[in-house]
């Protein structure tokens, strides 16, 4: 009876050994797996947040760019209209100095 025992107790010692070695060659290549992820993940978080930076800045460019457009748009306009504004002060003073030349033509006369 004592040889079955000590036959059961190696056996049970034996199998724990075995677990043991085994859940010891599963974290090893659990942690192998995982540090292979890490830096493909970090490498695709990497890409993807330098993808979002890019598309801010092109987002925030083409803001600029519109901005810009429609300043130069009101330039325009504002040129424009002084342009007519001084255009209309032209023939006004046109039109009173040939008043003026007619005027002295008929004193002249």
């Given amino acids: ?52 930076l890019q598309e801010q800045a092109s987002v925030a460019e083409k803001a600029k760019a519109e901005e810009s457009r429609a300043k130069m748009q009101d330039l325009d306009r504002q040129i424009a209209s002084i342009q007519t504004q001084v255009n209309e002060k032209k023939q006004e003073a046109q039109s009173l100095l040939a008043e003026q030349e007619r005027e002295v033509a008929a004193q002249r006369e």
């Fill in 1 to 52: 009876a004592t040889g079955d025992v000590d036959r059961r107790r190696k056996a049970v010692t034996d199998e724990r050994r075995r677990l043991l070695t085994e859940r010891t060659k599963i974290g090893h290549e659990l942690d192998r797996v995982n540090n292979e992820a890490d830096p493909e993940e970090a490498s695709v978080e990497g890409v993807l947040q330098e993808a979002a």
